[in-house]
């Protein structure tokens, strides 16, 4: 259920900056066409994504890499300001992603896989999972500066898959649905671009583009499993509480495939 008196809002709740490029950054660039008004928030300013600068440099540089990337989107940019591998779902980091979840009152939040190859990622998954249950609770206090007002509803809450369709055990994670994005790629490719701290690094590492290159190989195996060029994948959070109405299948109506392997 939305606000039918406002444009539909969706935030991407991820740990670093790049996430949400690379795992959803062709079903944003869907909404966006939609009229959907989007927002990113990274738990993270990336403070360690660097061999070579300092924290403080590389958290200054890939913040305003995060903001310009979401400016090309058309969107929203907040960090919660937590550290790179310490992201943890403990009280002090929840109050931090509610206030920040609620200053952007979104009706879909879309998050990490539960499972994925790094704890980051999934420690991020279960903040967003807890925030979107508390961001309506008035009695839920974030303690931050000017706190924001609790939010009308519980938003819908989707995960991305994991990096490369795995777990840390290397299962394959399926997605429930996934959305055809042949059509956005070239946009997303071009919002990841924006982070060019973290495709210099390995684009030296590797001597070719494989940053780009990566996020485009990962797209075209989920086309070649759903019967398109290129796809991302979603799964919906249907447990009690949680909106269980399928908003973002509804939405991409046209764009949504089945497994075909
Ligand atoms: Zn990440």
Known sequence: MTDSSRAPRLLAAMAHPDDAEILIGGILFHLKSLGWELGIMTMTSGDCGSATHTSEEISRIRRAEAKAAADYLGAWYGCAGLMDVEIFANADNLRRV??????FDPDVVIT???ADYMVDHEEASRLARSACFALSMPLYQTRQTAPAPATKLTPALYYADPIEGVDAMGERVLPHFYVD???TLENKLEMLSHHKSQRDWLRAHHGIDEYLEQARRWC?????????????GLRQHLGHGYPREPLLQNMLNSKIKSRTT
């Open 220 to 232: 075209a195996r989920y086309g070649r499993e759903s019967g398109c060029n290129y796809a991302e």
């Open 181 to 183: 994005t042949t059509g």
């Open 112 to 114: 990490h896989s539960p």
């Open 98 to 103: 509610v206030e920040l979840m609620r200053r």
